[in-house]
Each structure stands twice: as structure tokens, then as C-alpha cells.
């Protein structure tokens, strides 16, 4: 009985922290990504405001070799680079100037131009600080946050590609999902056969493919570009490269592999992007992110 | 309480250096700070229940600073926690190949609920064989990494002690350490 006594109050704590924990998951999947936006405040934020200097002055030794060791590396082969490069420019230019010529021919230049100005969107380069501590999740600490005009939500590149989502952000710093989560999904399209399907993560450094057997055609080597059907990320943004393609047999989905047009293992700028897809600004409006969850498709898996 | 602040402090610079740490060398071969500490709490902490809140609190930090699920972590570290415990009782831990083989295992096990928790909450893909391919060095490295790291532990938790009370303990080495 007095054994009993003594144990009562420490399993009452292990009840009311596992509730506790297990409430919390409930709740933050309730609200990822939608539902009351993730702007971490008080001590929350502060971890994270705390993290982000401490992440950058641990790495800047590290930086700093590595960066001197990159820079005479690329400098042995950096006259070949540049002679390869040359000529790569000069094709490119001749191909631009047709392309051009070809549109003006048919009268689409001008409403380009127009088109692109509605599109285009302030970029906030931002540096990347420290990685997710756990090696089962791939989220990013970058050093911009809400003074910066950061928000969750927004979707972050680099000069590659798609990099990922803002998920939640404090005053100076921003933690953002890649691509490679596993909880990670991107509508997207095949640029060659405009076939599309969801870009899935697997917390690896590939991705997955899903699309439907039945009038798709992707083929090994086609580039997979962001459709911005979700909502959430602009349209023809880079994702990945088809790596392989599954046999489907009887099946109605097929899945192939991908490899990310990002190198996530050597990335250190990033931009965020300062706009938010329609869906992402409907969600965190709050009141109606009840209504609109099942718009919720793209971002995080439903 | 100055224990406690500095356990908390150092628990919430681990993941601090293993996410700086992670943009050099793939996090797998990086050992888990924040585990090994709440392992150690489990092995030499007084308190049960002080540990668990303070178990409970090291893994609400991580939860901030990782991608995972709000509480994710939390659970696991109060699971590691509990295990900790009942291993330091029920089983004979003392010595480096038995403590090594113990977080071996903690850390397959943890890394497998974490998987399930993901799968079940958020809908991944759970655990796959790329996630089990990575598990294995990162088990490898937490084993080798725990005796340094539950000395660590008992070190600043004996001399923070000493610190709170204003008394110097004696310390009494026996032949076989418990840690």
C-alpha cells in the first residue's frame, strides 16, 4: 500500500505529460498547415531567436575551411569551367534570340511582359544556419523571421529550385520544411508532358512521384516543375529530375523516383519568397481554415 | 534548482550542435546529445519525478527546433527516460559494452516510434529501408558515444550538487560503477 502511495504521484506525472505530448501532436497536425499560424512567441520563440546565432557561431570554423577549400578546389579546373561555360552562353543566347523572334512573330511578347509583372515576387535571401537536430526529420533554421517580413507559409528556393515551406517562425529566425520531409507534398507537373501528380518526401535525400498510369507519360531524365494547382507554391518552380520509373503492373498509380534539382547537402542561401499561395493565405486566416482544410493537399501530406 | 537550469541549458544547446553540426556531416553519424543526456538523467537522476519533467522539457526544446510533429519528441525522450529507469534497476549496467549495447537499442526503439508517430499522426510513409539503412551507424555511434556521455552527465549532476548544498561530497568509487 505505502509502495503504492509512493508511486501514485510519479505515474499520475507520466499520464499527465504522455496527455500532454500526445495532445500537443493532435493539435499541431490539426494546425500544419493550416489553422492558427505557427509565429512562435515568448519563450518558443526565443528558443528559436537563441538558436540561430548559436547554430551560426558553432558553424563558423567549419564554414570558413570549408569555404577556403572550395574556392581552391574550384580554382584548379575553374579556366576549363570557364571556356566550357563560354560556349554554353553563346548557344543559349542563340537559342534565346529565336525563341524571342518566334514570339514576337506570333504577338505574345507583350502580354509575357504583362503576365510577368503580375508574377513576379519579392525574394528575402536568407542564410541557412543549422539543420534539423534529428536526423529522421529534414526542416532547415534560417536567419530570417517575422521583422524580416518572414511568415509561415511562405515557400523558400534557392537558385536550383524549390527548397521548401516556412512551417513556423519568431522574430529573427524561421524553421522551414524541405521537400525531402516525409511530411512533405508538392503538386507537380512533368514539364516535357505536362503530366502530373504529387511529389512526395521520403525523408531521404530522393523524392517520390505519384501519378496515374492511364494517359501519363513520364519517362526518365523529364524535369518535374511545381503546377501551383495546390495553391501553395507558385507555378513552374524546379523540383526534381525523374531518376527511375516504377512498373506499374495492374496497379492504378505508378510512383517514380526523383532527385532533387536542389543539392540539400551543400545548401547555404536560400530565398524565401515573400508571397503566400491562395490556399495558404485562406488557411491562415483563421476563422474559415476549418472550412478549407481539404484545400490543405499541397504543403504537408492530408 | 542550479542543477536543473544547467541540465536544462545543456540539454537545450544539444540540439543546437547537432543541427550546426548536421550542415557538415550526415546527422546519422552525429550522436544524439539530447538522448545520451536523458539516458544519463535515467541512470543517476534522484528524483523520478524530476527527471521526467526535466526529461519532458529537453524534448519539448528539441520539438521546437526540429521539423517533427509539437510533442514528438517530448514523448520519446519521456519514454527514453522511463526505459533508462527501469534498465538501471532491472538490468546490470554497468560498464562501457553493456551501457553501449542498452542506448544501441534505445535508439533503434526510439527511432521506430518516432517512424510510427509520424505515420500515425501525420500520415508518412513510416519506417522504410533507406530510414533503417541510417539507423544502424547512428545507433553504432550513440553506443560508443554513451559511456563519455552518462560521465558527463553524472560529473555536472555530483558537482552541481555540490554546488546546492555547500557541502563538499565525498566520493566513494567502487570497484564496479553503476555508470
Redesign the interface.
Known amino acids: 500500500m505505502a509502495e503504492f502511495r509512493n508511486r501514485t504521484?510519479?505515474t499520475a506525472?507520466?499520464v499527465g505529460?504522455?496527455g500532454?505530448?500526445?495532445?500537443?501532436?493532435?493539435?499541431?497536425?490539426r494546425s500544419?498547415p493550416g489553422g492558427p499560424e505557427r509565429e512562435?512567441s515568448g519563450w518558443?520563440g526565443a528558443?528559436?531567436d537563441?538558436?540561430a546565432p548559436?547554430?551560426?557561431m558553432?558553424?563558423f570554423p567549419?564554414d570558413l575551411t570549408?569555404n577556403a577549400w572550395r574556392h581552391y578546389v574550384s580554382l584548379l579546373d575553374a579556366s576549363d569551367n570557364n571556356d566550357g561555360l563560354r560556349a554554353r552562353l553563346a548557344a543559349l543566347e542563340e537559342e534565346n534570340l529565336q525563341l524571342r523572334e518566334a514570339l514576337i512573330a506570333s504577338g505574345r511578347l507583350a502580354r509575357i511582359a504583362e503576365i510577368r509583372a503580375d508574377f513576379e515576387v519579392p525574394m528575402l535571401p536568407s542564410e541557412?544556419?543549422?539543420?534539423?537536430?534529428?536526423?529522421?526529420?529534414?526542416?532547415v533554421?534560417v536567419d530570417r523571421g517575422r521583422e524580416h517580413g518572414v511568415h509561415s507559409g511562405m515557400p523558400v528556393i534557392s537558385e536550383h529550385g524549390l527548397v521548401g515551406l516556412v512551417?513556423a517562425t519568431s522574430v529573427r529566425a524561421s524553421?522551414t520544411?524541405?521537400v525531402l520531409?516525409?511530411?512533405s507534398a508538392v503538386d507537380g507537373i512533368i514539364q516535357r508532358s505536362r503530366s502530373r501528380g504529387i511529389v512526395?518526401g521520403?525523408?531521404?535525400s530522393e523524392m517520390d512521384f505519384e501519378f496515374v498510369v492511364r494517359g501519363s507519360d513520364v519517362r526518365i531524365g523529364d524535369v518535374v516543375i511545381s503546377s501551383g494547382l495546390g495553391g501553395v507554391y507558385p507555378k513552374g518552380i524546379r523540383i526534381a529530375e525523374v531518376v527511375s520509373v516504377s512498373d506499374p503492373g495492374s496497379a492504378l498509380m505508378q510512383t517514380a523516383k526523383l532527385l532533387p534539382a536542389v543539392d540539400f547537402g551543400r545548401l547555404e542561401q536560400v530565398f524565401v519568397m515573400l508571397w503566400r499561395g491562395p490556399t495558404m493565405e485562406l488557411l491562415y486566416a483563421g476563422e474559415q481554415a476549418g472550412d478549407l482544410g481539404v484545400m490543405a493537399s499541397e504543403g504537408?501530406?492530408? | 534548482m542550479k542543477r536543473v537550469l544547467a541540465l536544462l541549458a545543456l540539454g537545450g544547446l544539444a540540439p543546437m550542435i547537432q543541427g550546426a553540426v548536421g550542415t557538415f556531416i550526415p546527422l546519422y553519424y552525429c550522436p544524439d546529445f539530447g538522448l545520451l543526456l536523458v539516458v544519463g538523467l535515467g541512470l543517476c537522476w534522484r528524483s523520478t519525478a524530476g527527471g521526467l519533467v526535466l526529461s519532458a522539457a529537453l524534448g519539448l526544446i528539441a520539438d521546437l527546433l526540429s521539423g517533427s510533429l509539437f510533442g514528438q519528441h517530448m514523448l520519446l525522450r519521456i519514454f527514453a527516460f522511463g526505459a533508462a529507469r527501469a534498465g538501471s534497476q532491472q538490468l546490470n549496467l554497468r560498464g562501457v559494452i553493456p551501457q553501449a549495447i542498452f542506448v544501441c537499442v534505445l535508439t533503434v526503439v526510439t527511432t521506430l516510434g518516432s517512424g510510427m508517430l509520424t505515420w500515425f499522426f501525420a500520415a508518412g510513409p513510416g519506417v522504410n529501408g533507406e530510414m533503417l539503412r541510417e539507423l544502424i551507424p547512428h545507433a553504432l555511434i550513440n553506443g560508443a558515444f554513451a559511456p563519455w556521455g552518462f560521465s558527463l552527465v553524472e560529473r555536472i549532476s555530483s558537482w552541481l550538487s555540490e554546488v546546492d548544498s555547500g557541502h563538499q561530497l565525498l566520493h566513494i568509487r567502487p570497484r564496479n560503477r553503476l555508470i
Open positions: 504521484p510519479v506525472l507520466v505529460l504522455v500532454f505530448a500526445v495532445v500537443a501532436m493532435v493539435v499541431d497536425r500544419a512562435l518558443t528558443i528559436l537563441i538558436a548559436v547554430q551560426k558553432i558553424s567549419f570549408q541557412l544556419v543549422g539543420v534539423d537536430p534529428s536526423p529522421w526529420f529534414r526542416s533554421l512551417t524553421k520544411m524541405l520531409d516525409r511530411q512526395r521520403r525523408g531521404t504537408a501530406k492530408p
